[in-house]
């Protein structure tokens, strides 16, 4: 990826989802995370689709985690920031709050 | 009272979600139906998690995928072709050859069973060699390709179902034809998909076999 790109919506909302949830960050805690946020529910597919998207660019790490009942004895899978996932966040947060500062009436906070 | 997911939805998910994803993925769905989330949201779920599984394999194999897609309608109209000439011999036959054997044997059940096996039978190598060929082409997601070459083959066959069902309107007589043409079809998926499975378990278990070997030679 270039330095410092914008990173995509779902990209961003995942990635938030993860930096809020630290250890517990697996696939449950993240949809229903993102879902609580933008007010609709989320294909869980779609989201670990963000996730190994994340992977190859080296901004995400997953750990697979013990097996439990309750998931029909699969394992959970956890993810993590990198340092260079963190980065990468920050950098767009940035480039965002920059496009909306001085905007009139906006301001750069949501009404 | 202790409540369970759907399932056919587990199957699917279970056979044709690839890797270690598709498990994951399972594990997560089953969670939050163990949470209170309803069987449509999980059905919703599992068709999400096999479209995206289905672009998936589109971007990441696509010159495979659309080979295997290329296989599967390219034998259906080559056996087509065979098929016709085939059961135009056997009509010559029946018309000619078996009216010399015997001259009352289209009133016979034996015969009309024996060559309606026998029809049955050609479809169904066609079919389970297509099955069995493209888990060879497309062997990234074995079932996934098995699953959509017997979709494929399906609306193949539609119009043939299609111009039936329009028959059936106007003539009850083809209601046998139509009842037929259905079971066909079902048992000639059938072995396709049960081929495609069996061919995938055994290049799947000689791919094993091929790495243990290496391993030892390592």
Same mark, same amino acid.
């Given at each position: ?48 689709? #963000?996730?190994? /998207?994340? %992977? !190859? ?5 997953? +750990? $697979?985690? @013990?097996? #439990?009942?309750? /998931?029909? %004895? !699969? ?5 993590? +920031? $990198?340092? @260079? ?27 | ?218």
């Amino acid at each position: 990826m270039k330095k410092d790109a914008l990173l995509g919506q779902s990209e961003m909302l995942v990635l938030i989802a993860v930096l809020r949830l630290g250890d517990e960050a697996y696939g449950v805690p993240i949809s229903r995370e993102i879902s609580k946020e933008i007010g609709r529910d989320v294909a869980v597919a779609g989201i670990y689709s #963000t996730l190994e /998207r994340l %992977g !190859r660019l080296h901004l995400v790490k997953a +750990l $697979t985690g @013990e097996p #439990t009942a309750v /998931r029909g %004895g !699969r394992a959970k899978t956890y993810f993590s +920031l $990198t340092a @260079e996932g963190l980065r990468q966040l920050r950098a767009s947060q940035r480039i965002l709050q920059k496009f909306w500062a001085g905007l009139p009436g906006a301001e750069g906070r949501p009404t | 009272m202790k409540r369970y997911p759907p399932r056919v939805a587990v199957w699917c998910l279970t056979h044709l979600a690839c890797g270690d994803r598709g498990q994951a993925i399972l594990g997560d769905l089953l969670e939050r139906f163990e949470e209170g989330e309803t069987r449509a949201w999980f059905w919703r779920q599992t068709l999400a998690t096999l479209a995206y599984g289905f672009a998936r394999g589109v971007r990441d194999h696509g010159p495979t995928f659309a080979a295997a897609l290329i296989a599967t309608t390219v034998l259906f109209f080559v056996m087509r072709i065979v098929n016709s000439y085939v059961t135009g011999k056997i009509i010559d036959f029946q018309s000619h050859g078996m009216l010399e054997l015997d001259p009352q044997w289209s009133q016979r059940w034996g015969w009309r069973i024996a060559l309606t096996i026998i029809g049955q039978l050609q479809t169904m190598s066609w079919f389970a060699v297509m099955g069995w060929l493209v888990t060879r082409i497309h062997r990234a997601q074995p079932r996934l390709i098995v699953v959509v070459s017997a979709l494929v083959a399906t609306a193949l066959h539609l119009p043939v179902t299609i111009r039936l069902a329009h028959g059936l309107l106007t003539h009850r007589r083809f209601l046998e034809y139509f009842i037929w043409d259905l079971v066909h079809l079902c048992l000639a998926t059938g072995v396709l998909v049960v081929c495609g499975i069996w061919g995938s378990r055994a290049a799947a278990a000689s791919q094993r076999t091929d790495d243990i070997s290496k391993e030892k030679l390592n």
